[in-house]
């Protein structure tokens, strides 16, 4: 009985470690300088209403181009109901994916700042933009959205999302100067973008965000990350349990090997308290009720510690911290299909298509 219980306190107290920091975007002096905002799109016509209205009412001024990647659907004439402009992609370039379409899209930036953002974030409010510039600090900002959950199979997310923040071993107890950043959304200057090499310079990272990040850094520029909650939000996955499956094996494998052993180490004792926990409780029932109470106990401790750390990253349920063991044991599948597509088969599926790596 004393393993089981000490798991558990060792499981929660690993939980706090990795994740003891949570730096939002606070309201700063604004930021004088023009942004052109570049958006890389390919099939993202259900997408960029909601991001374009969100943008139309900032009271901050801005360009903004939507950089059309050969899509299919109505995305330009979307972007152009909203008054983006859109620039096509060339796709005679060897180079394709999401990287190659940044890159090329930054070299019709007007403005002093780049803001690089994804199709399917929202503004959350009319000063978000400004609150976004006015982080920046002469280096590379980056910031992981709130995630907004609708469906319930969207829950699953959970410890995908958690460990997206904590796997950059930025946020945990003790501070380091790893190079890593988050994707989602991406400030720099125009400058210094083209100066480290940018997207470019990134182009054999899965992960642009860590690509950046490294070359930000060799430039010797200051590299930060945020977290989104109260600012900038985005809906993952909304088509389905299977796309939001293959959308999280695209680089989770590969964002896992740049996670410091440690963290890595504290992250998997973390996970396995909600399973332990669980599991703890079901035997309890068949002992007596003092047991069975105490083991009560001890899971509600981990599920409410779980779910405050949880609501850090996005709309999650105290039921889904409840049940915190199902959402480990659906990321145990995806990561292990994530970890075959990257290592053996080395390809990754991206707006479908596929991309050796």
């Not at 620039?87 to 940044?102: E, M, R």
């Amino acid at each position: 009985m004393i393993i089981p219980v000490l798991l558990i306190i060792l499981s929660v107290c690993a939980g706090h470690f990795v994740f003891s920091r949570k730096p939002y975007i606070s309201q700063k002096e604004p930021y004088s300088a023009a942004v052109t905002i570049i958006i890389p799109a390919r099939n993202e016509a259900h997408n960029l209403p909601h991001l374009l209205t969100s943008l139309s009412r900032q009271e901050t001024d801005y360009q903004c181009l939507v950089i059309d990647d050969g899509s299919t659907d109505n995305t330009v004439e979307v972007a152009r109901q909203y008054g983006a402009r859109v620039i096509p992609y060339d796709h005679s370039l060897a180079w394709q994916g999401k990287s190659a379409v940044c890159y090329f899209g930054a070299g019709y930036a007007e403005a002093d700042l780049l803001l690089f953002l994804d199709a399917d974030i929202t503004l959350d409010h009319e000063h978000a933009l400004r609150d976004i510039i006015s982080t920046y600090n002469g280096g590379l900002i980056s910031i992981q959205p709130y995630h907004r959950t609708k469906q319930l199979y969207e829950q699953l997310s959970v410890w995908f999302n958690v460990l997206t923040i904590v796997g950059l071993n930025k946020f945990a107890a003790i501070q380091n100067d790893d190079a890593a950043a988050f994707g989602p959304v991406v400030l720099c200057s125009k400058a210094h973008y083209f100066m480290t090499g940018g997207h470019y310079g990134a182009r054999h990272h899965i992960i642009e965000g860590f690509g950046l990040a490294h070359l930000f850094k060799q430039a010797e520029r200051p590299v930060t990350a945020l977290l989104g909650k109260e600012t900038i939000s985005f809906r993952m996955y909304p088509e389905g349990l299977r796309a939001m499956s293959k959308g999280w094996a695209k680089h989770f494998a590969s964002g896992a090997q740049a996670t410091k052993p440690w963290v890595m180490g504290a992250v998997v004792i973390w996970m396995l308290g909600s399973v332990c926990s669980m599991l703890f409780f079901a035997w309890s029932i068949t002992q007596s009720f003092s047991a069975m109470l105490f083991a009560g106990l001890l899971y509600l401790f981990y599920t409410v510690h779980f779910h405050i750390l949880s609501r850090r990253t996005g709309t999650f349920t105290f039921m889904t911290a409840l049940l915190a063991s199902v959402a480990f044991f659906y990321f145990i599948y995806v990561f292990t299909c994530s970890w075959i597509n990257t290592f053996i088969l080395k390809k990754v599926e991206w707006k479908d298509r596929n991309i050796k790596l």
